[in-house]
């Protein structure tokens, strides 16, 4: 294996280039940003609402099997975005984790908990060469027992934050940039102002209104702690409102 | 560690004899945030920068300076993920030779494991260095004492060292500012300095750390309201 610029590995495995870069890691971003998606999350006061798009490259499919919103347990949901399989693997593992963290501890898995846990897995695959780095970035939604509706985002570099908005994938500079000027002045935003939001952001940055269909939307709220996906009716709901707001 | 196709070391020598892995951690580590930290002769003091990447971010949700043991504080530049897995492994060696002891590890020896775990991952298969350096600020039966660690697993003891971006300046303004007979609280007032050299935008509790230790040998982060006072004074 010659050296000099890691021999051209460094564009391979997670080994470092010249300077001090992990390419693998970069180019994994970049398949998040490559599957043509834009996902958001946004916190309020009582309530945490996460928002994709929902496509569906063949009419044939069926589209109740095309998802990247997943309950990971009752309490907790993950935002996919990014390679589907690699987000699949991640869930079921997630899944494993919450439910045996459950059972060892006897109590449900923090939403921060679970977070640094995917942050960390990632951050293993970054390090060893023999896994590469997952082409996704999950957003983890919950109420926290002490600390209250609780957004997380992982990503494939092993960082994780927690935010009051956030956005991933193809549009994420420009969402988030959108989501900056809402949140600027720490707004408390309501249950039905928090998925309001989320859903606007989501059509301004894509410059188009959607049906009900085209996209997936998942909440957890203070009141009952559980994570839901609403349903298109919900949605429409929402939608509606913010036509007759605007 | 690692799989059995990777039995081999990815880090390897080059011809005229370097470790080019390791000075490219390093070339990670120097284009992380600015971080020091200053031995005084009644305790230490260890702080960072803190820059999130957007003002969504929750900054509640992150702390960069996190401690080992009771009197055993840390603080990185470089990669925060690769310093997630050192903090871990550290504070699970402490546990151990407590365990085995019943005395609390002195800093010597836990810097000394840090090290050795980071080494074995510039030689082991399948695995690449730990892109951080760590500072190490303890306070145990032989003093107050600040450690630096690098990827390559060497280790120094310094009486005020830096890290990060901004190191050639901090380190100059170190080098005039620090005196053999500094107290803890001077020592506060000269992090913040150095750090403000080279702080682009307005410094404030938020998007600074500092951990400090003192004689009561307990090492404590300070919260954003505690920095601000500190920052008041320096003004």
Same mark, same amino acid.
């Given at each position: *294996?010659?050296?000099?610029?890691?021999?051209?590995?460094?564009?391979?495995?997670?080994?470092?280039?010249?300077?001090?870069?992990?390419?693998?890691? /970069?180019?994994?971003?970049?398949?998040?940003?490559?599957? +043509?998606?834009?996902?958001?999350? @946004?916190?309020?006061?009582?309530?945490?609402?996460?928002?994709?798009?929902?496509?569906?490259?063949?009419? #044939?499919?069926?589209?109740?099997?095309?998802?990247?919103?997943?309950?990971?347990?009752?309490?907790?949901?993950?935002? =996919?975005? +990014?390679?589907?399989?690699?987000?699949?693997?991640?869930?079921? $593992?997630?899944?494993?984790?919450?439910?045996?963290?459950?059972?060892?501890?006897?109590?449900?898995?923090?939403?921060?908990?679970?977070?640094?846990?995917?942050?960390?897995?990632?951050?293993?695959?970054?390090?060893?060469?023999?896994?590469?780095? #997952?082409?996704?970035?999950?957003?983890?939604?919950?109420?926290?027992?002490?600390?209250?509706?609780?957004?997380?985002?992982?990503?494939? =570099?092993?960082?994780?934050?927690?935010?009051?908005?956030?956005?991933?994938?193809?549009?994420?500079?420009?969402?988030?940039?959108? #989501?900056?000027?809402? *949140?600027?002045?720490? &707004?408390?935003?309501?249950?039905?102002?928090? @998925? $309001?939001?989320?859903?606007?952001?989501?059509?301004?940055?894509?410059? /188009?209104?959607?049906?009900?269909?085209?996209?997936?939307?998942? @909440?957890? %709220?203070?009141?009952?702690?559980?994570?839901?996906?609403?349903?298109?009716?919900?949605?429409?709901?929402?939608?509606?409102?913010?036509?007759?707001?605007? | 560690?690692?799989?059995?196709?990777?039995?081999?070391?990815?880090?390897?020598?080059?011809?005229?004899?370097?470790?080019? $892995?390791?000075?490219?951690?390093?070339?990670?580590?120097?284009?992380?945030?600015?971080?020091?930290?200053?031995?005084?002769?009644?305790?230490?003091?260890?702080?960072? !920068?803190?820059?999130?990447?957007?003002?969504?971010?929750?900054?509640?949700?992150?702390?960069?300076? $996190?401690?080992?043991?009771?009197?055993?504080?840390?603080?990185?530049?470089?990669?925060?993920?690769?310093? %997630?897995?050192?903090?871990?492994?550290?504070?699970?060696?402490?546990?151990?030779?407590?365990?085995?002891?019943?005395?609390?590890?002195?800093?010597?020896?836990?810097?000394?494991?840090?090290?050795?775990?980071?080494? !074995?991952?510039?030689?082991?298969?399948?695995?690449? &260095?730990?892109?951080?350096?760590?500072? @190490?600020?303890?306070?145990?039966?032989?003093? &107050?004492?600040?450690?630096?660690?690098?990827?390559?697993?060497?280790?120094?003891?310094?009486?005020?060292?830096?890290?990060?971006?901004?190191?050639?300046?901090?380190?100059?303004?170190?080098?005039?500012?620090?005196?053999?007979?500094?107290?803890?609280?001077?020592?506060?007032?000269?992090?913040?300095?150095?750090?403000?050299?080279?702080?682009?935008?307005?410094?404030?509790?938020?998007?600074?750390?500092?951990?400090?230790?003192?004689?009561?040998?307990?090492?404590?982060?300070?919260?954003?309201?505690?920095?601000?006072?500190?920052?008041? /004074?320096?003004?």
């Amino acid at each position: *294996m010659s050296r000099g610029s890691g021999g051209g590995y460094d564009r391979h495995i997670t080994i470092f280039s010249p300077e001090g870069r992990l390419y693998q890691v /970069e180019y994994a971003f970049k398949a998040v940003k490559a599957a +043509g998606v834009t996902s958001i999350g @946004v916190r309020g006061k009582d309530s945490v609402c996460v928002v994709t798009q929902k496509k569906v490259p063949d009419k #044939l499919l069926d589209q109740t099997s095309v998802t990247l919103l997943f309950p990971i347990t009752k309490y907790l949901g993950l935002l =996919a975005t +990014g390679i589907t399989a690699d987000a699949r693997t991640l869930v079921q $593992q997630a899944r494993n984790e919450a439910a045996e963290f459950r059972f060892r501890y006897g109590y449900e898995m923090p939403v921060d908990v679970l977070a640094r846990w995917i942050a960390d897995k990632s951050q293993v695959y970054t390090q060893h060469a023999y896994m590469r780095p #997952l082409g996704v970035v999950a957003m983890i939604l919950g109420i926290d027992e002490e600390k209250g509706p609780q957004l997380f985002k992982c990503d494939p =570099a092993g960082h994780f934050f927690g935010h009051k908005a956030t956005s991933a994938g193809g549009k994420e500079q420009e969402a988030i940039n959108f #989501l900056e000027k809402k *949140m600027k002045n720490d &707004p408390k935003f309501t249950y039905d102002e928090t @998925v $309001q939001t989320a859903i606007s952001a989501l059509q301004s940055v894509l410059q /188009e209104d959607f049906k009900a269909s085209e996209i997936e939307v998942g @909440v957890v %709220r203070e009141e009952d702690k559980l994570f839901k996906v609403l349903s298109t009716d919900e949605i429409d709901e929402h939608l509606t409102a913010i036509s007759e707001r605007d | 560690m690692g799989d059995s196709q990777y039995s081999f070391s990815l880090t390897t020598f080059s011809p005229s004899g370097k470790l080019v $892995q390791i000075e490219h951690a390093l070339t990670a580590v120097g284009s992380g945030q600015t971080s020091l930290g200053i031995k005084a002769v009644n305790g230490v003091v260890i702080a960072t !920068e803190k820059k999130l990447p957007s003002i969504l971010v929750d900054e509640t949700s992150v702390q960069k300076i $996190q401690s080992l043991t009771p009197n055993i504080g840390v603080v990185y530049s470089g990669m925060g993920p690769d310093s %997630r897995v050192l903090v871990r492994k550290s504070r699970k060696q402490a546990e151990q030779y407590y365990r085995l002891y019943k005395e609390p590890i002195p800093v010597t020896q836990l810097v000394r494991e840090t090290a050795t775990v980071m080494q !074995e991952f510039t030689q082991s298969g399948g695995v690449r &260095p730990f892109g951080v350096s760590l500072l @190490v600020a303890g306070y145990d039966d032989k003093g &107050p004492q600040l450690y630096q660690v690098d990827p390559s697993g060497s280790y120094f003891s310094w009486k005020a060292s830096a890290m990060g971006k901004n190191v050639s300046n901090a380190k100059a303004f170190l080098e005039k500012r620090y005196t053999e007979d500094m107290e803890l609280d001077d020592a506060v007032h000269t992090a913040i300095l150095t750090l403000k050299e080279g702080f682009e935008g307005q410094i404030s509790g938020k998007n600074i750390e500092i951990g400090v230790i003192d004689s009561k040998r307990i090492f404590k982060v300070l919260s954003p309201s505690e920095v601000e006072d500190y920052l008041q /004074e320096v003004e």
